[in-house]
């Protein structure tokens, strides 16, 4: 991983905290975001359907294809208890206690529902793809994140103000149901997410070209390696600086070793007895 050139990083500044990085790290995050596509009639309809209330996109992922009986049956009555329709993928068993509210697809077009107008507040895991797509559209978020790098991902937006985390091991119906309410109704999380969505949307290029222009910089100019940090070179021993370590405690050793020998010597030199004044005394 060490030899790579250049790093395309799949995060930006909107997501991002400051941190100083190497000139071969270049930031595309949300290179895979466009505008909403039309949604399929039957889906549209059913999105209109929802009012001024509008509606909620749900969704943990195509990872997570099926849930316990028991949360599945917790988030379904939580989504029931809501005045806004709420759209969810889910390949996994109907619930019990889904409501007339609630629509379950094995798949759906999220970039597309993020992007619908009608669209309030997205419920998520906490997938980089998904978060950027919310940024890109300025949807506000409810994190219900589950491994991997998705526990950070929600705790970076909940920091900027544009997400509420719940563990989705421990929520109970009324936690969700109160998150949801909280994203749509506080304004401060719906404002916050539009300043993000300002910042991805301010940039001198757009993420994939962003990302094209790099990929053909170090091509012209054959790796690019005037941007490589002399750090990839080192062996691991250097880049850890251990054998500069070895060798200052070698000094500090000798040093050490080299005083007391002399104050031993001092020692016995000042304060041991001569036998002929021993015999006398």
Not at 99 to 110: C, G, L, S
């Amino acid at each position: 991983m060490g030899k790579a050139d250049i790093w395309l990083i799949r995060t930006y500044w909107d997501f991002e905290y400051p941190r100083p990085l190497l000139p071969n790290f270049k930031f595309v995050g949300g290179l895979h975001c466009k505008p909403a596509k039309p949604l399929p009639q039957e889906m549209e309809d059913f999105v209109q359907s929802s009012g001024d209330d509008g509606i909620v996109v749900f969704s943990l992922g195509s990872m997570i294809r099926n849930l316990s009986n028991e949360r599945a049956n917790t988030i379904a009555s939580a989504l029931g208890q809501i005045p806004q329709k709420v759209v969810w993928g889910y390949k996994g068993e109907k619930p019990e206690t889904l409501a007339p509210n609630t629509r379950i697809y094995d798949w759906i077009p999220q970039n597309d529902l993020l992007g619908h107008p009608k669209t309030k507040a997205f419920i998520t895991h906490g997938g980089t793809n998904g978060i950027y797509e919310a940024i890109y559209h300025g949807v506000p978020m409810v994190g219900l994140p589950l491994f991997a790098d998705q526990p950070d991902n929600i705790n970076h937006m909940k920091s900027k103000g544009a997400a509420v985390m719940l563990d989705f091991n421990k929520m109970e119906t009324k936690d969700l149901k109160q998150a949801i309410s909280d994203v749509i109704n506080n304004p401060s999380y719906k404002e916050s997410m539009m300043r993000l969505s300002r910042i991805h949307h301010d940039q001198p290029m757009k993420p994939l070209d962003h990302a094209v222009y790099w990929i053909e910089f170090v091509m012209r100019n054959k790796g690019a390696k005037h941007l490589r940090v002399e750090a990839h070179n080192l062996t691991w021993y250097q880049y850890y600086c251990l054998d500069v370590a070895a060798f200052l405690l070698s000094v500090i050793a000798l040093v050490v070793f080299i005083f007391v020998k002399t104050c031993s010597w001092l020692f016995c030199k000042c304060f041991r007895k001569t036998p002929a004044k021993s015999k006398k005394e």
